[in-house]
Nanobody, 115 residues
Framework: QVQLVESGGGLVQAGGSLRLSCAAS????????MGWYRQAPGKKHELVAT???????NYADSVKGRFTISRDNARNTVDLQMNSLKPEDTSVYYC?????????WGQGTQVTVSS
């Protein structure tokens, strides 16, 4: 059974930091692009950052310079270090694993940034 399990969400003040972690299990994820997406109430689901198995990264413009995505292929984990958090980063964050044939999602973790 494939599972993506997120952890690390919570409440933080503006300017603070949080680190999200995602543990993937149940299959070989070496051919997958791993990433983080988010969705706030009333807003569209949006990409935050992705990382390939080779380490290539892609970030939304809104998080560039503040967030860093990293991946451990041996442990099947993908982390998102979030610094200089803003109230507009408040959202449910979802871990994603994507290939040409399959897409998997975690259950989501809430991040709330207070002003």
């Amino acid at each position: 059974q494939v599972q993506l399990v997120e952890s690390g969400g919570g409440l933080v003040q503006a300017g603070g930091s949080l680190r999200l972690s995602c543990a993937a299990s149940g299959r070989d994820f070496s051919g997958f692009v791993m990433g983080w997406y988010r969705q706030a109430p009333g807003k569209k689901h949006e990409l935050v950052a992705t990382v390939t198995s080779g380490g290539g990264t892609n970030y939304a413009d809104s998080v560039k310079g503040r967030f860093t995505i990293s991946r451990d292929n041996a442990r099947n984990t993908v982390d998102l270090q979030m610094n200089s958090l803003k109230p507009e980063d408040t959202s449910v964050y979802y871990c994603n694993a994507d290939s040409t044939s399959w897409t998997y999602w975690g259950q989501g973790t809430q991040v709330t940034v207070s002003s």
